[in-house]
């Protein structure tokens, strides 16, 4: 399973939909968990812009933790000091990357 965590109506191809607003697949409030998903039971995640809107990104970046799979993917952009940087934890492990790394 593949997720949209946060997109609102932003859509990407094969990816669920999640957020508290938008026509989505599935509506939650990214701030409050638990996230609606079993432990280590998504491949993917996706979440573009999202994690400066949010009250609890601690909370955003445990239920990831615990709901992503030990090899899946999550990739993050949020605006950073005015520039655009991705977040990606590859197996569960982060690393980061600027702009100019992308």
Sequence with gaps: MKLNLG??????????????YGDVEIHHDLNKAPYPFKDNSIDEIISEHCLEHL????????????????????????NDNSKKATYQLNAKKSKYLNSSNL
């Design 55 to 78: 009250d609890k990104p601690d909370l955003f970046w445990k239920e990831v933790h615990r709901i992503l799979k030990p090899k899946g993917t999550t990739t993050r952009k949020f």
């Design 7 to 20: 997109g609102g109506n932003k859509r990407f191809e094969g990816f669920i939909n999640v957020d508290l």
